[in-house]
């Protein structure tokens, strides 16, 4: 079963505006992942963070944890149609296994 | 590119039958996980290996089992084939000292 949901389920935005999805969980973590899938072929590593952390910068992402309400959120700012993909948040729970719980995933679509 | 391949890259298969999926990891990469990804949903954790010796099973029947091998490949083998076992399968090699996951580009399966 899937860990969480992602909202929006899809989005549909003009290139250079911001993107933001949100991820919500249900059980201890961590950490949270973020991944991009292009055309339903592998997945992208983007970005991790700690459960004690609360927000994380790489390049023209940002994502920010509040573990207290078990969500994140994924901002992608002047996006591109290159950005074009689904993009699925993953929590790793506490313990040896780093097995990764994706959540239903948001579908970008960046319009020239 | 994530160093991660997967062999073959399409698969037909009929009800009943078995199959063999393979993955070559990243050298120096001890731990591979299998995930399964339905059309449509999030991918879902099968079971992960660390030096080859199972490290934590999603819940999956007993017809799905695995093997990694000394040199960073690693098995999946579903028996008796069932329809909704039609999904891409993707696995995964992650370091010993880091959480992050790389992808390969998946095996999709379609059982006829």
């Known amino acids: 079963s899937q860990q969480g949901e992602e909202d929006p389920q899809a989005l549909s935005i003009q290139e250079g505006e911001n993107a933001t999805m949100n991820c919500s969980y249900k059980t201890s973590i961590n950490n949270l992942q973020w991944y991009r899938q292009n055309s339903g072929r592998g997945l992208v590593h983007l970005i991790l963070i700690r459960s004690n952390e609360r927000e994380k910068h790489s390049g023209r992402l940002r994502v920010t944890l509040d573990t207290s309400k078990k969500s994140s959120s994924l901002l992608i700012t002047a996006s591109r149609a290159a950005d074009t993909a689904s993009y699925f948040c993953?929590?790793?729970?506490?313990?040896?296994?780093?097995?990764?719980?994706f959540g239903t995933g948001t579908r970008l679509q960046v319009f020239p | 590119e994530t160093g991660v391949t997967q062999s073959p890259t399409h698969l037909i298969k009929t009800r009943g039958q078995q199959v063999t999926l393979r993955c070559s990891s990243q050298s120096g990469h001890n731990t591979v996980s299998w995930y399964q990804q339905a059309l449509g949903q999030g991918p879902q954790f099968i079971f992960q290996?660390?030096?080859?010796?199972?490290?934590g099973r999603g819940n999956f029947p007993p017809r799905f089992s695995g093997l990694q091998f000394p040199n960073y490949s690693s098995e999946l083998n579903v028996n008796a084939l069932e329809l909704d076992d039609s999904a891409l399968y993707l696995c995964a090699s992650t370091a010993d000292t880091t959480d992050t996951q790389y992808f390969g580009p998946g095996t999709r399966l379609t059982v006829l």
């Open positions: 993953a929590t790793v729970p506490p313990g040896n296994t780093d097995k990764l719980i």
């Open positions: 290996y660390y030096r080859e010796e199972e490290n």
